[in-house]
């Protein structure tokens, strides 16, 4: 019998403080469901006790829906903030499912770490849209409340920062922005100083037979990877086999299509900032469009870009 496959909730902040928000919600079975049905002839419930219902006590709908604060009269910044606290939750999707894919490459169950792909691909995706509402903001609009901001930038984000060491874009720089905050920053340098979910993927490769370079395999994790050209060999000896059953180059193929989503995102984000502020610095200290520009220009599993220089010629 084929052993359960790995389901980790990752923690990225103090679970204390997370349980405390908990409600309990009665468990309902197969018949409890059908003589709910009976009682209520089909219609939805109405009649609760307390002051709340399961749906809102599941969900804490009560407190998402309290935090959209607007420090200003202009019109626009409602939307700023519901598409800002939207990404948030997204990107906690996709770090829960990239973390999972990591260790289930670990666990050597690629096919159970393959099946993650493709939500994460979706949520990507998913993302990316967030932009084309924001980009319905025009300059005068933002301008009505962009000085409420102060130095709040999105680069200061802790669930964003976990999604880009998981998939391996690591900077103890960027981290230092949480040093401050005892509830986070203890598992953000925790994913820092971990190895990645490429990492993973490089090592898995290794224990197939594909010749990994120690130093690949060995290496101060928190440090920027950088390219390797004998990686790039054992990823060319992967794609020597380009087949649906050969589920190294699968993975592979899985893996570049996340990274193409996330450049996406982050060109999308390049470009609705450009048109909103132009070349004006931005709130947290960064050069705005230059910095983005600059953070475009990045690539995830850079020798799976590199070989398809190579790849049939």
Known sequence: MRKPRLRVIPTVRDPALELSLVRA????TNDSRDE?????AGQPMIDF????NPFIDYHRNDLLLSTQHMRSEGHD???FILMTQCKELIFKAIHYEAFNMQLRLRDDDLAGALALAPR???LFEYLTKTWDVLSTITTSGFNEFRDCLGVSSGQQSYMYRHVEFVLGNKSRRLAQAHENNPDVYPYLLQSLESPSLYDEALALLHRRGFAMPDRALKRDWSETYQSDPEVEKAWLAVYAEP???NQPYQLGEALIEIADLFS???FKHFTSVERILGFKPGTGGSAGVGWLKHVVEHRFFPELWAIRTVLGA
């Open 77 to 79: 910044e409602m939307v």
């Open 25 to 28: 919600v009665d468990i309902s």
């Open 243 to 245: 087949w649906p059953e």
């Open 120 to 122: 994460i691909k979706r």
């Open 264 to 266: 996406q995102f982050r």
């Open 49 to 52: 006790t307390g002051e709340s």
């Open 36 to 40: 709910a049905v009976k009682a209520t």
